[in-house]
């Protein structure tokens, strides 16, 4: 197990989540479902903009990529033609005490059953498959198996020649994916980041053979801006340069991006060359060629590929781990959450200092209406005192809080607002011409 370096503990993060609405346990009125988690108003809005964000700096914002999406479920060859049939498995251990099962290689003591404590319990590793396995139709039999796919890179390389087709881009180019993954993980743990059920944001580069350790090395300086832009410090994340005995058998080189999680140092993404496996599989068992004409009148040959694969919920909780803080304000304990701006659910909270005053309360409203257009995503909240507003506001991440008070409405200083910053608690008076402004500064 690594050492554990940040401060801040899981249990707050999981309360925090739950208590305010960014993620709840699936399922929760029926006992919950093991390895599943629901995404709360705030929490959907969290991991949008996280995915938004990756959406925007590897795919909208370049153009050497292609955005697909496919469909989850897919023809059975796709898994059987990408070896997931038969080796998308982690090593099964069953306790012959108390029956409890166990994925062998995250065990702490390889000998000790960590739910009854007896040593010396387990049998023989079994391989586990950690596909889910369903039948596609009403006919259920072995042409019907389907699977609900584990990654989403395979929904990638089979569009691979349909893009190419479409675009005839030049290489190096890649092709980008976001969706849901399903693995029947054997100890889903630790909030959502060992889920059965979660989101990847996959790319595939393809590059000509003789190139990939430059982009390789491209790529890793891209990874680094991505950790930058979720406000992750530099401190808390590690290259791990995987050696060739954990390495998957296809891959030349493997860097695992881990990060200080409050349950210790563990993957966060991972960035692997994969050389040519994936499409010489799919030419292996679709008969089809995935060979690149290059524009030159050069030679055909089939692409190699880097692989960035990024999994939403470990940066979402990379981004939570990084932004909680807990400080003092006027002797009283303070939580709140230093998110990026782009990443904040909320970026404006308004709200009137007295909301039975019709006036101040139509002002105010005038007000939330502007920079909801301008702004989009702003909340609207009357009720409680202000500190206690400011408070909550806080704990949500809310960069700014507007309020507005009688002075707002006459007088010199009409037409300003108190604009509050969520990471120093200052407040400023602000006018209202300057509002929209003021309230975008990341
Ligand atoms: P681990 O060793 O932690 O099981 P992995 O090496 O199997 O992870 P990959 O197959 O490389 O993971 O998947 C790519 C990314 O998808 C991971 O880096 C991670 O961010 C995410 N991911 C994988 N499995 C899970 C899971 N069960 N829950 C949440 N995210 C996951």
Redesign the pocket.
């Known amino acids: 197990m690594s050492e554990h370096k940040n401060e801040v503990k899981l249990e707050d993060i999981v309360s925090l989540a739950k208590r305010r609405g960014f993620i709840y346990p699936g399922s929760d009125v029926y006992g919950g479902l093991a ?1 599943t988690w629901d995404y709360g108003p705030l929490g959907v809005s969290l991991k949008r903009n996280i995915m938004n964000l990756w959406w925007q700096m590897f795919v909208d914002g370049r153009d050497d990529m292609y955005g697909v999406d496919a469909a989850i479920l897919m023809n059975q060859k796709v898994w059987q033609a990408s070896g997931h049939v038969d080796t998308f498995t ?1 090593p099964l251990v069953e306790c012959n005490t108390c029956h409890a099962r166990h994925r062998a290689d995250k065990l702490d003591d390889a000998n000790k059953c960590p739910n009854c404590g007896q040593t010396g319990t387990f049998g023989e590793a079994k391989q586990f498959n950690m596909m889910f396995k369903t039948n596609v139709g009403p006919v259920d039999d072995e042409n019907s198996v389907s699977y609900l796919r ?2 989403t890179a395979q929904g990638i390389f089979t569009n691979f020649k349909n893009v190419v087709d479409s675009f005839y881009p030049d290489v190096p180019f890649g092709i980008g994916q976001q969706g849901k ?1 399903f ?1 029947n ?1 054997i100890s ?1 743990r630790d909030f ?5 059920e ?1 989101e ?1 944001m ?1 790319i595939e580069y393809f590059v000509k053979e003789e190139n990939w350790e430059a982009e390789f090395e491209k790529w890793v300086e891209l990874c680094k801006q991505w950790f930058t832009a979720l406000g992750l410090p530099e401190s808390s994340v590690h290259e791990l340069e995987v050696p060739e005995e954990d390495r998957a058998h296809y891959s030349k080189r493997t860097i ?1 991006f881990e990060f200080d999680y409050p349950i210790g140092r ?5 960035l ?1 060359y994969r050389t040519d496996f994936d499409l010489k599989n799919i030419e292996r068992v679709s008969k089809k060629s995935m060979e690149y004409r290059p524009k030159d009148g050069s030679d055909s040959y089939v692409p190699h590929v880097i692989e960035p ?7 979402l909780m990379a981004v939570l781990v990084s932004a909680y803080r807990e400080d003092e304000q006027n002797g009283e304990k303070r939580i709140f959450l230093a998110l990026p701006y782009d990443l904040a659910p909320i970026k404006v909270a308004v709200c009137p200092l007295a909301k039975n005053n019709e006036a101040l309360v139509a002002k105010a409203r005038d007000i939330y209406a502007m920079l909801k257009e301008q702004v989009g995503d702003v909340l609207w909240i009357d009720s409680g005192n202000i500190g206690k507003n400011y408070r909550k506001m806080d704990e949500i991440g809310v960069p700014y809080v507007v309020t507005v008070d009688f002075e707002t409405l006459e007088g010199d200083q009409k037409d300003t607002v108190t604009l509050r910053h969520r990471d120093t608690t200052n407040q400023e008076r602000v006018e209202l011409s300057n509002l929209i402004s003021e309230s975008k500064k990341r």
């Open positions: 390895g982690d584990p990654e993954a693995r993980e889903p959502v980041f060992r889920s059965r979660f990847q996959e695992d563990e993957e966060l993404m991972g692997a694969s990024f999994g939403v919920e470990r940066a």
